[in-house]
């Protein structure tokens, strides 16, 4: 049984950073690519980045890129995503997702977490 | 970037009822297509991909049909547990952009 766990959420203030985490099980993690979907208050799905199986290959939505980091430890299950120089536009809950494709990003997420929130906030 | 729009918004809806939601690409996305239900507090919950392949699980009342820019869900029978968002995604280019979403709410 896929299960998908974020935590890292919480309060920040603008322009410091923060570091999320998602905690996988259930599926062989290495196998799949993984992604980061953020949704702010009062608003829909937006993506924000994924990464390959291996780590390879990393790719951001245009807002986003330079500012958020995509990682992996395949030795740990775990999913990242550092956030940095945060702005009050980013206070959104920070789901975790897995791409259905083996060993090949197609962008479509199978499984999801429950989600993280995150607060930038002076 | 391709952009998704959704009609409607928002409906309501009773059970029973057949609920038609519209999804539209800026561009065409060959069937590449994903919906999405999302409750609050929820993970959201894959429903349908390429246009009209159900995932497993999901109930067969979820339908979806369409080809080039244009694209639709179907639920041919509204049940409790449907009324939440939902939202279309298209997986043709990165980034895989999500329509505004669609509430279901009770009439």
């Known amino acids: 049984q896929v299960h998908l766990v974020e935590s890292g959420g919480g309060v920040v203030q603008p322009g410091r950073s923060l570091r999320l985490s998602c905690a996988a099980s259930?599926?062989?993690?290495?196998?799949?690519?993984m992604h980061w979907v953020r949704q702010a208050p009062g608003k829909g799905l937006e993506w924000v980045a994924v990464?390959?199986?291996?780590?390879?290959?990393?790719y951001y939505a245009d807002s986003m890129k330079g500012r958020f980091t995509i990682s992996r430890d395949n030795s740990k299950n775990t999913l990242y995503l550092q956030l940095s120089s945060l702005r009050s536009e980013d206070t959104a809950v920070y789901y975790c997702?897995?791409?259905?494709?083996?060993?090949?990003?197609?962008?479509?997420?199978?499984?999801w977490g429950q989600g993280t929130l995150v607060t930038v906030s002076s | 970037d391709i952009q998704m729009t959704q009609s409607p918004s928002s409906l309501s809806a009773s059970v029973g009822d057949r609920v038609t939601i519209t999804c539209r690409a800026s561009?065409?996305?060959?069937?590449?297509l994903a919906w999405y239900q999302h409750k609050p507090g929820k993970a959201p919950n894959l429903l349908l991909y390429?246009?009209?392949i159900l995932e497993s699980g999901v109930p067969s009342r979820f339908s979806g049909s369409g080809s080039g820019t244009d694209y639709t869900l179907t639920i041919s029978s509204l049940q409790p547990e449907d009324f939440a968002t939902y939202y279309c995604?298209?997986?043709?280019?990165?980034?895989?952009?999500f329509g505004p979403g669609t509430e279901v709410d009770i009439k």
């Open positions: 990464i390959s199986s291996d780590g390879n290959n990393r």
């Open positions: 259930g599926f062989t993690f290495s196998s799949y690519g």
């Open positions: 997702a897995k791409d259905r494709g083996e060993m090949a990003i197609n962008k479509i997420l199978d499984y």
């Open positions: 995604q298209q997986f043709y280019s990165t980034p895989g952009t």
């Open positions: 390429g246009t009209s």
């Open positions: 561009q065409g996305i060959s069937n590449s």
